[in-house]
């Protein structure tokens, strides 16, 4: 099952003074992230290409990635929650325009506003309650609207939508400068879902024919001009995880994840490996502990033989399956079939990088990159590669 010997091994020099004792070592590669903005950017043409960064930048860090997009000339980002919104002005400025996916929380408009965060209003109790702070601080302030076109998650619904458009003292009161909606199914292009919603979403922002329009997430944005209308919202792409569910990954690697080589030990034939003994070795065995586990984000899911695995980590230039059960803080791999001068206590072996992407990772648990980047943990050392000179465009 393993997949064999590649020519081009990633060298992996440790830095000099390596904070990370034991533990493994996270590498963000900012000029990546901004490669791929670029690349997104020039796809949408004259669209505006905003930048995905909830959840922390999917887990890359927030405000590394969003100052080093800001610094490429990105300039309109979106979180999911305001705390997030909060975080990311207080390192970025007044310039950046900050908009809030989970909408207005109750109660909470003066915050946005004390932050200059622009809520994604996603239904008619959001609208009325901003348009009521708007009023009562006499300013009208920048928000979005949210419609949904099928996804029946977050957005007003097509009645509502026409309700909102046909209310001038609602509309009048706040300063809507974005009306969006989100794809169910772009991650598949030939979905006949995403052309159903692309000409619901038409009708719906006719309704509102001075404000610009937003529909396509990663997948939206490379799957044709007709998704981009006026701003397009890449998450996943600019991390380097594949838009697509079934297409190669038109995107560049963003990051890499060595664990530690905790030591090294022999099995006889017969003998089993870690929790629940699911591994059983078929011949005299080697095996690498490597120091890295669940509560990195290395998901229990990846233990033998996973999903549509095993899982795989490259250690020597080879690539070793994962073995047995994923415990807290290491995992098993069988290193029988790599040379032993590779394999040594305190050699790093990839387990994300440019041989075992995020999506191959994916796969084998089972999920997909998002979760993946999501989950990576708080005990690695990041570093992150600057962007560099050619950043600012
Ligand atoms: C998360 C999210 C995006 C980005 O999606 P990707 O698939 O990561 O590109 C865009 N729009 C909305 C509303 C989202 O929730």
Not at 274 to 293: D, H, I, N
Request: include cysteine.
């Amino acid at each position: 099952m393993s997949k064999g010997t590649v020519s081009e091994v990633h060298a992996f020099t440790p830095p000099p003074e390596d904070p990370a004792r034991a533990g493994g070592i996270l590498t963000i590669d900012l000029g990546q992230v901004v490669a791929n903005w670029r690349h997104l950017k020039e796809k949408a043409a004259s669209a505006i290409c905003a930048a995905v960064v909830k959840a922390d930048a999917y887990g890359l860090g927030a405000v590394p990635v969003a100052q080093a997009l800001f610094d490429a000339g990105c300039r309109h980002f979106f979180v999911a929650l305001p705390q997030e919104g909060a975080h990311l002005r207080a390192a970025l400025g007044a310039e950046a325009k900050i908009w809030v996916l989970n909408g207005l929380l109750p109660g909470e408009a003066a915050f946005y506003a004390d932050h200059g965060l622009r809520p994604v209003l996603s239904s008619l109790p959001e609208v009325t309650e901003w348009a009521a702070f708007c009023r009562m601080r006499e300013m009208r302030l920048p928000a979005a609207v949210h419609v949904d076109t099928g996804m029946n998650r977050l957005g007003l619904n097509l009645d509502e939508a026409h309700r909102l458009a046909g209310d001038r003292d609602l509309l009048g009161a706040c300063r809507l400068e974005l009306v969006m909606s989100h794809l169910a199914c772009a991650d598949e292009p030939g979905d006949p879902m995403n052309e159903r919603q692309r000409e619901t979403f038409a009708e719906i922002r006719a309704l509102f024919p001075d404000v610009p329009a937003s529909l396509a997430n990663s997948a939206g944005t490379l799957i044709g001009s007709a998704y981009h209308f006026d701003m397009v919202r890449p998450g996943i792409a600019l991390y380097g995880g594949n838009p697509f569910s079934d297409r190669p990954n038109p995107m560049r690697a963003v990051v890499s994840l060595y664990a530690p080589v905790l030591m090294v030990r022999r099995l006889r034939k017969g003998e089993t490996v870690g929790y629940g003994a699911t591994w059983r070795a078929e011949r005299p065995s080697r095996v690498a502990v490597l120091g890295l586990g669940y509560a990195d984000g290395y998901l229990r899911s990846l233990s033998w033989p996973a999903r549509n695995g095993p899982a795989q980590v490259m250690i020597g230039g080879h690539y070793a399956p994962v073995i047995g059960r994923v415990s807290m803080d290491s995992i098993c791999v069988d290193v029988t079939d790599v040379p032993e001068d590779f394999v040594e206590r305190g050699v790093r072996a990839e387990v994300l990088g440019p041989n075992v992407t995020v999506d191959e990772v994916a796969k084998w648990a089972g999920t997909i990159s998002y979760e993946i980047l999501t989950s990576l943990g708080g005990r690695y050392t990041r570093l992150y590669v600057p962007a560099g000179n050619g950043a600012r465009s």
